[in-house]
């Protein structure tokens, strides 16, 4: 029987209630002819309350911990979703990432999926079993100890299930109907798109757009799996949702496709670092090693001998950076004047594949902004993308000064 | 080192500060130069809560999927243990139950424990670590599945494990401080005794005095593990607690040790079954099979040919039992004419070493009832107990009239 992916985020199961009309979902899949592998996240808030847990007792964690505690409320879905679907006689069981197992790096709490041996489900299927339960986001290290993806990790379980089981089609149920021009959140003008290219969700993901984790993209992009974005509180319908695809797929598109933000962004500047060859990598290899996730870079001009190096990360893992450059000046291996952090910016991006090929889309971004009065602290571009630094209080006037800037509230 | 278990029950462990104090409790005895293994449960609520998840969605649930499910509260657990510790520079790490690995039987929901490989954890004593974290309650299959070994099962880890390491003492800090003649909530009265034999305390705990799961005391007996229970809210002192110890270890006691009671029992009776060889075998074969954990049986005198079978088992498990029962007489394996279930009563138990060697002890128990106008349903003795059912409404006042008819407010 051909195999299907669906996947439930937090909000989707986040009562007995929810888990029980995806469950209906997932029985109209079987009763299709599909076999099912149900991929679940846990119930909302159950993981921010285990990573609040965490957090409080250690403030600089120790990840492999981290990782045992945070990927219990997957496994709590699992079960209860497996016993719904058993209730609706719908042959099922649960599978924690171990069980099958999900093998994956020993980056805790940011692993990256390895394998995903496909005999263990396959044979329950060819017994009779209709519908797999996975729980989301977790795996195991090489060293047996449980590993996460980090958040929103649920996509790419799904996503990397799709492609090991060569599965028709891969559905993420969420709590919104697809992807839109911007969070609807921040300006009602928001509109959501049919169809967005892999390349244009990558950016929208990676830079806070929050329908679906940037590696869930990445993967579903190398493998091509037909993935899609819709409600789990909408009837379904062959409309709904989103399809992310292949840029080809795309007729018509507008130059920009959307306007993303990322909120919980800080700034950390080192003054005076010597300026010599393989000081970048002295400086940010041990920050990768520390699990920072530096996105923006941008270095000074050079002055006296000695430079600026500015870039920025989730505020959350300021700590964690602050720590690791210290321990890198202590060892010696580099030298700074000053470590000032900016805890208080956001990001704003405009994302199209469009851009490639109209100029001008930069200027008129920096424009907009200015007659807001917004001032931009760092800038950083690629083929489809221009983003800025910004303070965090002007985050959502600029991003509705850009939605109607670039009139993204019309199809094109 | 010599290897020290503490095992941390749910109100010990209910909230990050009591976790925390915990902690201190661990970090004093590795300061004593014990390497120590530590069993928690879940967080208090946790379990409940979860079970209750299972229920709703399931009445009559796969014990496989609920042992995945309400196994996730004692990993929280583990992990923010081995946090704590680590923050206090305790160097420890957590185990779930598949990484000892915990082997037990594939009985779901009360597996029983048959291997403990101490390899593992003893490796990572000689590279340093001092405490290891264990989540208590759970296992793993011999298919691979997890397994849970019933309420109260990490008393059972937590003495298993003591045996396994060769412990040289078993802690169990709880709730209470210690052994009571009977439940102080029920009369003041009751007093805590400073030493009990496994023998008693094995009746006390199985006839739902709940300070210690039955296995667990049946484990610690078989090889002889020092177990000490004692309460995690109090200063720590030698004479803290209750020992539980051989029968030889201790000099002076009373006739009646402690009044024990259940208060969620059912009385099933079978009407009209035939009364021939291999009846009993009939009855309850299918019912152990189904789970149901049957406490009491009476049969009566046969008449013409047929007898009515009286038992008890738990409150939750009469609708298990009952499908058990009607399925073996639609396979006519069985033939009887009605069966009547009593959800409405509960046992009463008197409890002490010192029966074997006086008699009158059950007449003054029957008297004692019979003067406050409580009507016996079923009567079991042994030689160190005699058990009644009645009517739950009574239950307190049963209780509190044996204490005081059995003077076990003063000691021996």
Chains 1, 2 share one sequence.
């Not at 709590?76 to 006689?89: H, R």
Request: with cysteine; glycine share 8%.
């Amino acid at each position: 029987m051909p195999i299907l992916v669906m996947k439930f985020g937090g909000t989707s199961v986040g009562s007995l209630d929810r888990i029980h009309r995806a469950a209906k979902r997932i029985g109209r899949e079987v009763a299709n002819g599909y076999d099912v592998i149900v991929i679940v996240s846990a119930m909302s808030g159950e993981t921010n309350k285990l990573v609040g847990y965490v957090e409080e007792t250690s403030p600089l964690f120790d990840a492999r911990e981290y990782d045992a505690v945070v990927s219990s409320g997957e496994n709590v879905t699992a079960g209860l979703m497996a016993l719904t679907l058993q209730e609706m006689d719908v042959p099922a069981r649960s599978w924690q990432g171990w069980q099958v197992p999900v093998r994956t790096t020993s980056a805790h709490a940011s692993a990256r999926i390895e394998e995903i041996p496909s005999d263990n489900i396959l044979a329950k299927f060819s017994e009779g079993m209709r519908v797999a339960v996975v729980a989301g986001f977790q795996g195991i290290s090489p060293e047996g100890r449980i590993t996460t993806l980090g958040r929103g990790g649920s996509d790419t379980t799904a996503v990397a299930f799709a492609a090991a089981f060569e599965a028709e089609r891969c559905d993420i149920y969420t709590d919104v109907d697809g992807v839109y021009t911007t969070d609807p959140r921040i300006t009602a003008k928001a509109r959501k798109l049919d169809r967005i290219a892999f390349e244009e969700m990558l950016e929208l993901a990676s830079l806070g757009a929050k329908v679906l984790q940037t590696r869930s993209v990445e993967l579903a992009m190398r493998y091509n799996v037909k993935l899609r974005v819709l409600s789990s509180f909408e009837e379904p319908s062959d409309e709904a949702g989103t399809l992310v695809c292949a840029e080809e797929d795309i007729v018509e598109s507008n130059v920009v496709a959307g306007v993303a933000y990322s909120r919980e962004e800080a700034k950390l500047t080192l003054t005076h670092v010597e300026d010599r060859p393989g000081i970048a990598a002295a400086i940010f290899g041990p920050l990768a090693d520390a699990g920072v996730n530096v996105d923006m870079i941008v270095q000074n001009i050079s002055d006296a001998g000695t430079t600026d190096m500015t870039f920025s990360c989730p505020v959350n893992e300021v700590k964690r950076a602050e720590k690791a450059l210290a321990a890198a000046r202590e060892a010696n291996e580099i030298g700074f004047a000053e470590l000032i952090a900016d805890t208080e910016v956001a990001k704003v991006s405009i994302v199209g594949i469009g851009m490639r090929s109209h100029a001008g889309v930069a200027a008129k971004m920096f424009k907009t902004l200015r007659d807001e009065g917004i001032n931009i602290k760092v800038i950083t571009t690629s083929e489809i993308k221009v983003s800025v630094l910004i303070d965090r209080k002007y985050m959502e006037l600029a991003v509705q000064a850009l939605h109607d800037a670039f009139e993204l509230d019309k199809a094109a």
